[in-house]
């Protein structure tokens, strides 16, 4: 019944007049979602969403501030009256349909993503899988939000817990993965009941409003997803009006600690619930007792996806003494070998640039401070002579723990390598981060595999495996990492309260 009521209004078609050549117009959107219509800005202020391989502008996208803030918070106020009490089983064939939608066009949302962030199509592909999965995980959790009975000491008492959604949820993303870091939060938030208000990053809008239209054609009532995007410039205003605002329950974000922690100063004015996905600092561990092949096959992988500007992405080598020699040589080689730099459309490429010449900055610095300070390059080094934006995948070797890359989230394809000794100075050079996402070691040892799994102090351990994320599995870190997990069967607890019900009297 309710999910008659519910039925999303009939829109008109919103297609681009001109859509930039290669993309989708079937998908390219450029207002906000808001309440189930495209919603233009109030000031018809705009800003260019631009492809990092050639720096040219895709397009314009509307540029939202307070006003339009205010109009989602609205709307997605009054959607949670209604969502909120839409059956599981409902919830869940819509998200279910929006998942199938996903797939259906994944080669479409590819070409979207590969435009904005730059990551070669393969990887591009390999997101939207990823990122609808979570949509799928979610549609099937809805079913299984279980309270419970408990036992209490008085006779004529008996206790329940239900579970019931937090309300209005705030999400913020990055660029990195723009539309697996959405789906990832939004899949459990619409699960548990919940409506959201998605501000995704400047240089990636178009994958959270691609969803949108698909959320639109799956039937995802009006009001329960809304999408403002915005320029860097207005971030901060329109963060402190989502985040802020008494209508908001919780705060769902993922990004840098720095950003983490002026969300949480929001959250704090206001006691709101929060899941903070912020940086990390990944040790890549490699101990003598190792498969070398399988540690550099690893290596490569773990390091070097989406040019390594994943959060768990390694950060640092650590290799010890008897193995580190041959693994400097044989992963140099496999560089050289497997990765490929260029535009993300063109077959074959592994590398696509990195997201904006800033990023290209940070890698340059990182690389010139190790090698001022002794550091030798094995391969690479340098900017990539395609265009500003490209930097290549680069190894080095003598790196020590006081250089800015051991210091620092590189976010870049720079792979350090520290020479060790023993498991403890190991142990501790991967601990004396103050952030801790994901870590990953390789050993043959039994024995030493339970002691650094247990002793890393990070959220998700890979063991002999670079590659580790999956809906399936909790997703998070510890220290400055974050707050939360997200994905599993955990990740729906982050979006439910808990509410103690006493019946007396009985
Ligand atoms: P960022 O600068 O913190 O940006 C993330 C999001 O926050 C963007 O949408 C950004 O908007 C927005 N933002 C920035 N300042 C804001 C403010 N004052 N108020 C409200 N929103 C604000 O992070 P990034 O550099 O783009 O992303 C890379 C970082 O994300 C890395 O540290 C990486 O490790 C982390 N990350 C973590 C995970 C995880 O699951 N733990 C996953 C992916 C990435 P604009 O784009 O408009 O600036």
Known sequence: MFARLLLPRILPSHKLSSCPQGLPASLVRSSAYVGGSWLRSSDSASFPVLDPATGAELLQVDDCGPRECREALKAAAAAFQTWREVPAKERSALLRKWYELMIQNKEDLAKIITAENGKPMKEAVGEIVYAANFLEWFSEEARRIYGDVLSVPMKDRRALVLKQPVGVVTIITPWNFPSAMITRKVGAALAAGCTVIVKPAEDTPLSALALAELAHQAGIPAGVYNVVPCSREKAPAVGKALCTDPLVAKISFTGSTATGKILLRYAADSVKRVSMELGGHAPFIVFDSANVDQAVAGALASKFRNSGQTCVCTNKFLVQEGIHDIFVQKLSELIKKELHVGNGFEEGVTQGPLINEKAVQKVEQHVGDAVSQGARIETGGKRHDLGKNFY?????????????????????????????????????????????????????????????????????????????????????????SGLGREGSKYGIDEYLDIKYVCFGGL
């Not at 792979?415 to 023993?422: E, H």
């Not at 599995?473 to 220290?479: A, L, M, N, R, W």
């Open 392 to 480: 290549e995948p680069t190894l080095l070797s003598n790196v020590t723990t006081n250089m800015l890359c051991i210091q620092e989230e590189t976010f870049g394809p720079l792979a350090p390598v520290i020479k060790f000794n023993t498991e403890e100075e190991a142990v501790a050079i991967a601990n004396s981060a103050n952030v801790g996402l994901a870590g990953y070691f390789y050993s043959q040892d039994p024995a030493q595999i339970w002691r650094v799994a247990e002793r890393l102090e990070v959220g998700m351990v890979g063991v002999n495996e670079g590659l580790i994320s999956a809906v399936e599995c909790p997703f998070g870190g510890v220290k400055q």
